[in-house]
Structure formats: C-alpha cells, structure tokens
C-alpha cells in the first residue's frame, strides 16, 4: 500500500510538472512576469498576516485584563439616585432614609 501511495505521488507531481512547463512555454514574458509578481506578493503576504493576528492576541489579552478591572472597579461602587425630590426634609426622616 506504501508503494502504491508513492507511486502515485510521484505520477501527480510529474503530470503538474509538465503541465506547468507546457503553460509557461506558451505564456508571453509579460504574463510570466505578472504571475511570477503575484505569487511574490501572496508570498510577502504570509508574514505580516502572521505578524498581525499575534499582535491582535496580544491586544485581546491586554483588553480582558482592562474589562476584569473594570468590572471590579463597578462592583465596588454603587450608583445612588439622589434626585432632590427623593431627599429627606426633615431630620426624622434621614435616620427612617438611612436604614
């Protein structure tokens, strides 16, 4: 079963061997260039993708930790409502509103 997976690959890269070499004989030194030009360009774009999705890891990482203070910081304090119709009047009233 090794021998025919072997034999097999090798058939495959053989036959995309020579049907690469039949395309580019026949392309034009222009469209060579331009392919040529692309696959660099696709290339030179592997690095800086991996560049950015690490330094997106890492700001994801800094970003938890500002939400987890954050929501720390929120619970320690609680907002009152202290709108001055809800205010006691009186001093009877603050020990009642207190409570």
Do not use: C
């Not at 592997?46 to 560049?51: E, V």
């Amino acid at each position: 079963m090794s021998s025919f997976r072997r034999l097999f690959a090798i058939s495959a890269l053989t036959g995309a061997g020579v049907l690469a070499f039949t395309v580019i004989i026949r392309l034009s030194p222009d469209a060579l260039a331009l392919a040529v030009g692309v696959l660099f360009g696709i290339l030179a774009g592997i690095p800086i993708t991996i560049l950015a999705l690490v330094s997106n890891r890492r700001t994801t990482t800094e970003d938890n930790y500002w939400r987890q203070r954050a929501l720390i910081a929120e619970q320690r304090f609680q907002v009152l409502d202290v709108s001055h119709d809800r205010l006691p009047s009186s001093p009877h009233q603050i020990e009642h509103w207190t409570n």
